[in-house]
C-alpha cells in the first residue's frame, strides 16, 4: 500500500478562438452536453454580444468581474467529529473557486426559463456584474452558512481521517 499521496497531472486547457482566454474555453466545457462544442461556443458568444450590446462595454471585463463577484471565498463541507457530523467552514482555493462560481452561473442561467440560452447566460453574468441574480445569492447564502458555523472552524485543521 503506498504511503505517498498521488499528485497528479492537471489537464491544460487551450485558450477559446475569439478571445484567447483560457477561462471563457473553461465556461465553453461547462456549457457544453453531450460533447457539443460548436453549440457552447454558439452560445457563450452570442452572450457576449449580447452584453456588448446592452452594456456598450467590453464583455471579457464584464465576465471576469462578475465571475470574481460570485466565486466563493469560503465553503461548508461535512465533517464527523466523534460520531457527530458538523458543518466546517473551509477556505476556497482559486482553481475550485472559479470552478464553482461558473457552475453556480450556469446552474442558474439555466433554471431560468422562458427565453434562449444565450439570453439567459447574458442576463445572469449582468446580474452576477450588478451583484444580484440567482448565482450571486448563492455565494452570498454560502458565505452566511460559513459565518454560522465558524464556531466549528478548528475543526478544519484535521484534515481528512486516515483509513
Known amino acids: 500500500m503506498p504511503r505517498k499521496a498521488r499528485s497528479y497531472k492537471r489537464h491544460k486547457i487551450a485558450p477559446d478562438p475569439r478571445y484567447n482566454n483560457v477561462k471563457v474555453a473553461k465556461l465553453i466545457n ?53 460520531g457527530a457530523n458538523y458543518q466546517v467552514p473551509m477556505e476556497v482555493f482559486e482553481p475550485r473557486r472559479t470552478t464553482l462560481g461558473m457552475r453556480w452561473l450556469i446552474t442558474a442561467a439555466r433554471s431560468k426559463k422562458g427565453k434562449p440560452m444565450h439570453v439567459r447566460l447574458a442576463e445572469e453574468l449582468m446580474e452576477a456584474y450588478n451583484k444580484q441574480g440567482a448565482a450571486f445569492k448563492k455565494k452570498e447564502d454560502t458565505h452566511r452558512m460559513a459565518e454560522a458555523n465558524k464556531a466549528f472552524a478548528h475543526f478544519a485543521r484535521f484534515g481528512k481521517k486516515k483509513k
Not at 457576449?48 to 461548508?76: G, H, W
Request: hydrophobic share 35%; glycine share 6%.
Open 30 to 82: 461547462y456549457i457544453m452536453e453531450r460533447g457539443k462544442k460548436s453549440v457552447a461556443q454558439k452560445i457563450v458568444y452570442t452572450s457576449f454580444d449580447y452584453i456588448k450590446e446592452k452594456m456598450k462595454t467590453e464583455p471579457r471585463q464584464i465576465f471576469d468581474a462578475a465571475l470574481k463577484n460570485i466565486s466563493p471565498l469560503v465553503e461548508i463541507k461535512g465533517r464527523r467529529v466523534g
